[in-house]
């Protein structure tokens, strides 16, 4: 609490026996600005995060919460001031990855989600388990589940992967709908994604080194699955008309009728009526892939922007290319990367201007201006797992919301230029 000032000064007095004066005084000195402040910090009861905090209006308030879920089972929801609105548990079952916020009635009303041991949760706004909810899935599921309208019907379903090998699509009454589960070499272990490629909807996963790709009815989309030499980390990154994957061999894939990546600086590994292209990057693992859009950079002469896609080593050190494979960013953590955070690009100091942001596996949050590559010093330093950067009051400033030691940590970023 005392972070905002330059000096405090505490003074304790006794006066008798049973009763102590307490005095509080303040300074900061006149024009000064903290680069950031605390604006609270929840227990999480020594428990770690499953995966990185969402926002949404799960309460009915008209202004998002902060919604998480826990190792020990228990799933929150915390106001914009730090207050706890809603609890809920598992009963013991650990949560996979992050929970989901979805309108599953159509009602306009959005209910919790997640996938947690064998089952599927989902609580309405008062914590109370929905009807048929939890889903026995008789099975551990092996990744964060997808809730969406998969039939494209208006009814939504729940994409599943299980111990088994087994890639689920489970409607409402807790069944797969026909076509569905669907086998794989191994268990599904990163979040599947749905997407339209090429005017088609389909399901995109990753097995170990091999593209999987399903139609709605749970047919394989022609010309897939698609294998790779190493094994893909993270999930699929489908931009445009290409899927993209990043891999252990240090390389990053691009698969697609016209994969991305010019002839001079990609390699064709499989050429047919679905192509694979490579782009090497490192000597070193790379864990993932994402992509910003329209980023403002510089040469030499001039201003111009670009789509990136952002590719981590696990060594530390982050990459920016464009779609045709030229590297237009890198930097480096000096130090291992955080499987919990992708780099991405934000104007975190609201000074106009992108941050390139990546953690490190012992907490430390980097950041770099996009346009100078100048480190960005203004962060909090505490050791950090799972942040996100959001504008939580609507002010215009960032908030920064991480799992910490002391628990669940929310700072604003102050700094303006």
């Not at 304790?12 to 005095?23: G, M, V, W």
């Not at 294998?227 to 240090?250: I, K, Q, R």
């Not at 952002?310 to 499987?339: D, K, Y």
């Not at 390139?356 to 596996?361: G, H, K, V």
């Amino acid at each position: 609490m005392f972070n905002q000032f330059e000096l405090a000064h505490i003074t304790f007095q006794r006066l008798n026996q049973s009763a102590i004066d307490f005095s509080l005084s303040t300074k900061s000195k006149e024009g000064s600005t903290q680069p950031y402040q605390e604006l609270w910090v929840t227990s999480l009861s020594n428990s770690d995060l499953t995966g990185a905090p969402i926002l949404g209006d799960v309460a009915g308030s008209n202004t998002d919460e902060i919604i998480y879920a826990t190792e020990d089972g228990n799933i929150f929801a915390v106001a914009g001031d730090g207050t706890i609105v809603l609890q809920t548990t598992t009963n013991g079952s650990i949560p996979v990855g992050s929970p989901v916020l979805y309108d599953w009635y159509g009602n306009n009303q959005p209910v919790i989600m997640i996938g947690a041991g064998t089952k599927i949760f989902a609580w309405n706004r008062s914590g109370a388990l929905l009807p048929k909810f939890p889903i026995e899935l008789n099975r551990q599921i092996t990744a964060p589940i997808v809730v969406t309208d998969v039939r494209r019907n208006g009814i939504p379903e729940v994409i599943a992967a299980t111990e088994d090998r087994l890639l689920h699509v489970i409607d409402g009454r807790g069944e797969n709908v026909s076509g569905w589960p669907r086998n794989v070499n191994t268990a599904i272990t990163t979040k599947p994604v749905f997407a339209q490629v090429d005017g088609t909807w389909s399901i995109w996963a990753f097995s170990q080194n091999i593209l999987h790709s399903w139609l709605r009815n749970g047919a394989s989309r022609p010309g897939y699955p698609q294998f790779v030499n190493a094994g893909f980390n993270g999930s699929p990154l489908v931009y445009e008309s290409s899927v993209y994957g990043a891999a252990s061999d240090g390389n990053l894939y691009s698969i697609g009728k016209n994969p991305s990546f010019s002839d001079s600086l990609g390699t064709f590994t499989s050429m047919d009526s679905i192509s694979v292209k490579s782009l090497y990057v490192t000597n070193n693992e790379l864990l993932s892939v994402s992509v910003s859009e329209n980023v403002l950079l510089k040469d030499s002469t001039n201003f111009f922007r670009e789509d990136l896609l952002l590719a981590q080593s696990r060594n530390g050190s982050v990459f920016g290319f464009n779609l045709l494979g030229e590297i237009r960013l890198t930097e480096n953590l000096g130090q291992p990367a955080s499987h919990t955070f992708q780099p991405t690009l934000v104007d975190i100091d609201s000074d106009q201007n992108d941050n390139l942001l990546a953690l490190a596996e012992f907490g430390r949050l980097f950041a770099w201006e996009v346009l100078t590559g100048e480190r960005f010093y203004d962060l909090p330093t505490s050791g950090m797992k799972f942040p996100i950067i959001v504008d939580l009051n609507g002010d215009g400033r960032k908030e920064l919301i991480a799992q910490t030691r002391e628990g669940l940590r929310c700072w604003t970023i102050l700094r303006s230029n």
